[in-house]
Every structure is written in structure tokens, then in C-alpha cells.
């Protein structure tokens, strides 16, 4: 007896629209939760070679916070493509200039490095401030508790 894996048509994916708050949030326990739901594995119909998660709005980026010392160790690189054009960052540089970066590159890490992951990464809106332009698509309010057994 063989069983089947079940594939869902492309039409029947329902794509929801989520508003996370990083406010006060740590942000590798917030980043999980957003890949999480990019890639659709809170969904029964998760497929993994298939998009089926939803689009997520993350307010308030200027305030999520990171544990210890990483605000001034944890460094952000880039480069521009140049010979000697690496240029390094730390946390609370690149939060005080484009917070939305620190949450952009925590969540592309987590999702797949291939087609999918830059297709599933597109759905990720991140606003530094508490005002978003998706109101039209009429997002839920998405409570991420960061900390196990701690109720918000």
C-alpha cells in the first residue's frame, strides 16, 4: 500500500495578512515566528516546496531589543562589490539608521536559500514606526509571546 502525498492546488492557498509588534521583543524569538509564518508551517496544508504561508506587517522595528552585550558586539556586514568594500556595522548603529534591516536579515537567514525563500522573503513588510499602508488587505493582529509559558 502506498500513500500519497497530499499537494494543495495553487488556488486554494489562502494568503492572510498578520501585524506583528516588535516592541520590547527579543529579535531571534520574534524573527522565528515570522519565518514561520512566511513559509506556512503553522498551516495543515504546509507543503514544503510550495508557498502557502501569509504576508506579515512587523510595526514599531526601531524597538526590538537583543540580549547581553550583542547591542554593541553583534556586527552587520556588507559589501558593495568593490576590492575593499566591506562595510561593518553593530547593532545599535544599524538600529539608530535602518532598523528595518536588522529584522529583514534575521528573517532571510531562517527561510529557505533558494527560489522559494526570495519568493516567501517578498511577503515580509517591516515599518519602523506604528503606522503601516496594508490596511486595506484587513491584517489580524498577531501576538507572538517570546517567552515560553509567559503570557503577554
Known sequence: MTTKTYIPPHDSVQKQW???DAEGQRLGRLA?????I??????????????TGDFVVVVNAEKVVVTGRKASTKLYRRHSGRPGGMKVETFDKLQARIPERIIEQAVKGMLPKNSLG????TKL???AGPEHPHQAQNPEVHIVNTIPGEAK
Not at 522565528?32 to 514561520?36: G, M, S
Request: glycine fraction near 4%; avoid cysteine.
Open 32 to 36: 522565528t515566528e515570522i519565518a514561520t
Open 125 to 127: 513588510k517591516v515599518y
Open 38 to 51: 512566511l513559509r506556512g508551517k503553522n498551516k495543515p496544508t504546509f507543503t514544503p516546496h510550495m508557498d
Open 118 to 121: 526570495r519568493r516567501q522573503f
Open 18 to 20: 498578520h501585524v506583528i
